[in-house]
Structure formats: structure tokens, C-alpha cells
């Protein structure tokens, strides 16, 4: 209890001598109740006292720099013959020979295969059969009766017949139109394969180049004749360089893309089609550009984009600004930044505009 409440209570004592009497509980009731007001009273007071002051922002700041900014976009692509042909069945039948596998080089004009048609099959599995029916009747028949010589006359034609068939009904021949290596085997000996249905596919192997697309919006960056930075990913210990050899003179309305070739210039290791490449295409450059690193630049709702310079007074001015291109961490401001203007990269998300700011590692006086 604090001095005033002592004096109160001696205060209220006095006054009820002179004028009545409080029961011993009403006076221990008085006290509580002025012993409860007091400590309320001193919690308050510790309360307001105890209210931490407002702190100074801490924030990190770099200068607005003016370099050299390139962007580059990263595709991939894959390795395919610009030559190449799917050999397929000329018929319906049964592949009765079959002269290449995969990795196997083969020559234009040499027969690659033999097709042996349905049509062809069927008729000399009904003479085969009618001869072993007539011999089976022979064997069950006696040799001295008439109709052991009428079967042996019918043997006689059903023989004649299937040697017929036989050589009239040949195997059909499939050619193969060009040189080159088989690079993909689709069926094996003695399966079934339908009319026009693939038996193998040949590919020129000198005419290997990666094909590639991209949004039409980088049109520009896909000159035929520009080099390209190129990563296989069969060998990624080599970087390598490609040249663009041919831009299709047509966008892919469902795609909205461009393709295009790329050759790979003097590499000596193997390379088959499937293959997987890494392509590094330079889409801008621009001499001078006024960069921050990406973290700077924030975004308001409706996509206005916008930073915080500090300036002199150590205040943190929001800035409104458009960027440009992009590389790496770094983005272009293209408007509302001057070089050198010291630019919030870290703890600018909590900033107000014109808020007094302390910048780290710095003291309060030494930012002014």
C-alpha cells in the first residue's frame, strides 16, 4: 500500500471517532477494497510505462548500377534425320525374310526383305492340304482297285498344282530406297505385317540436326546462320556450338511456336537420332541498362511494379518504375530509376512510402 492510501485510511479512522463506530469487518473490508484500487492503479502505471517505443526499419540498400544486359532463353530440342525413310510392307502377309537389324548399314536397291502374301499362303496351304488328303485315301486304298488309279490321277493334278502355285504366286521383294543405317527394326522374321505397315526406317546419318521450337514472340532471336550454345545430354562435360540451318516458314496454330534445325559444327563423337539437347538462344542485349537485382522490384495488385530508393534524409521513397529485360538475378529498369540511387534489396516489403529508415551497417548519422 503507497502513502496516499495510508493517509486516506488514518483520514476515514479519524471521522468515524468522532462521529460512529465501523464493526472490525467493515473496517477490514474498507482496506481491501483500497488496497485492490491502489494495486490496479500501479499495474496501470507499469503498463504505460513499459510500451516499447516505435523502431527505425532496418533495410538493406545497393546502388543502382548501368551494365552491359543480355537475356537468354533455354529450350530443348532433339537430335533427328532431316533424311530419312520408314520402309514398309507392300502387302498384307508374312515376313519371310528380314536382312537388317538396327545399327546395320544398308544399301539403296538391295532387297531388304521378302514378304510372303496371304493370298499366296492360302493357296498353297490348300493344295498342300488337298495333296495329303489324296495321299492319306492312297494309303488306305488297295492298290489292285479302280480307285486307287483315279486317286493316283488325282494326286497326280493336285501335285501339278501346287507346284503351279508355288512358282506363279512368288514372294514379294521389299527394296531399299536409300543408303543409310537402320535405325529402328519394328518387326521380326516370320510375323505378320499388314499392308503399308512399317518393317524398319533407315536414316541418312549425315543429315543429323536438332530440332527445336520456340514461341513465335522470339522469332527475331532464330535467324538462319546464328550460333547457338548447344549441351547434349549424352555428353555433358562438352559444351558445343550450333549453327541454325534451316526456320520453318510457318507458325503452329495450336502451338503458337517456330521450329527450326540447328547443325552441330565440328564434334567427332557419335550421334543417333533420339538424343536430348540443351540450347542457350541470346533473345536481347542492351549497352548501358540501369539494373537491380530482381528482389528490389515489387508488384501492387493491379501488376504495377515499384521499389524503394532511400535517399539523403534516410527516408524511403517509393518509386514507380517499368522494367525490362531479364538475366540471371538482375532485371532492367527502364523508367524511374537513375544509376547510383541507392535501391532497398532487402526488408522493403514492410516499408511505407516516406518512412525514416536505418540502413545496415551503417549508424542513424552516417546515413544522412
Not at 549425315?206 to 546464328?226: D, P, R
Not at 518504375?321 to 527502364?334: A, L, P, R, W, Y
Amino acid at each position: 500500500m503507497n502513502a496516499n492510501g495510508i493517509k486516506f485510511i488514518r483520514k476515514i479512522d479519524k471521522r468515524t471517532k468522532s462521529n460512529f463506530k465501523f464493526s472490525s469487518f467493515q473496517i477490514g473490508t474498507l482496506i481491501l477494497f483500497i488496497v485492490a484500487l491502489t494495486t490496479q492503479s500501479c499495474k496501470q502505471g507499469n503498463e504505460q510505462g513499459a510500451k516499447p517505443a516505435a523502431t527505425t526499419p532496418l533495410v538493406k540498400v545497393q546502388p543502382a548500377m548501368k551494365i552491359k544486359m543480355v537475356s537468354f532463353i533455354e529450350i530443348t530440342g532433339t537430335i533427328q534425320a532431316n533424311v530419312f525413310t520408314d520402309i514398309k510392307s507392300p502387302a498384307d502377309g508374312i515376313i519371310e525374310s528380314l536382312y537388317a537389324r538396327e545399327n546395320q548399314r544398308v544399301e539403296k536397291d538391295r532387297i531388304i526383305a521378302l514378304i510372303n502374301p496371304n493370298d499366296r499362303v492360302a493357296l498353297i496351304s490348300n493344295n498342300q492340304l488337298q495333296v495329303q488328303q489324296i495321299e492319306t485315301k492312297l494309303k488306305a486304298t488297295d492298290k489292285e482297285s479302280d480307285d486307287y488309279s483315279l486317286l493316283l490321277q488325282e494326286l497326280k493334278k493336285a501335285q501339278e498344282n501346287l507346284e503351279y502355285a508355288t512358282k506363279m504366286y512368288q514372294t514379294v521383294s521389299v527394296i531399299c530406297p536409300m543408303n543409310g543405317l537402320v535405325t529402328q527394326r519394328w518387326t521380326d522374321k516370320g510375323s505378320q505385317v499388314g499392308e503399308k505397315e512399317k518393317i524398319l526406317t533407315v536414316s541418312d546419318m549425315n543429315s543429323l540436326v536438332i530440332k527445336a521450337e520456340v514461341n513465335e514472340k522470339y522469332f527475331e532471336a532464330i535467324k538462319q546462320g546464328k550460333k547457338l550454345t548447344v549441351i547434349l545430354n549424352s555428353y555433358p562435360n562438352d559444351t558445343l556450338t550450333g549453327s541454325i540451318s534451316l526456320v520453318y516458314p510457318q507458325v503452329d496454330p495450336i502451338t503458337r511456336s517456330v521450329k527450326f534445325d540447328i547443325k552441330i559444327l565440328n564434334f567427332n563423337k557419335t550421334l543417333i537420332p533420339g538424343m536430348m539437347a540443351s540450347i542457350k538462344i541470346l533473345v536481347s542485349a542492351k549497352e548501358n541498362a540501369i539494373v537491380v537485382p530482381e528482389q528490389a522490384v515489387l508488384s501492387s495488385p493491379d501488376n504495377t511494379s515499384f521499389l524503394f530508393i532511400v535517399n539523403t534524409d534516410s527516408l524511403a521513397l517509393k518509386r514507380i518504375v517499368q522494367t525490362g529485360i531479364s538475366s540471371g538475378n538482375k532485371i532492367e529498369i527502364s523508367k524511374g530509376l537513375k544509376e547510383n540511387e541507392k535501391v532497398v534489396v532487402a526488408g522493403q516489403e514492410m516499408l511505407k512510402d516516406s518512412i525514416m529508415v536505418k540502413i545496415m551497417g551503417t549508424s542513424k548519422a552516417s546515413n544522412k
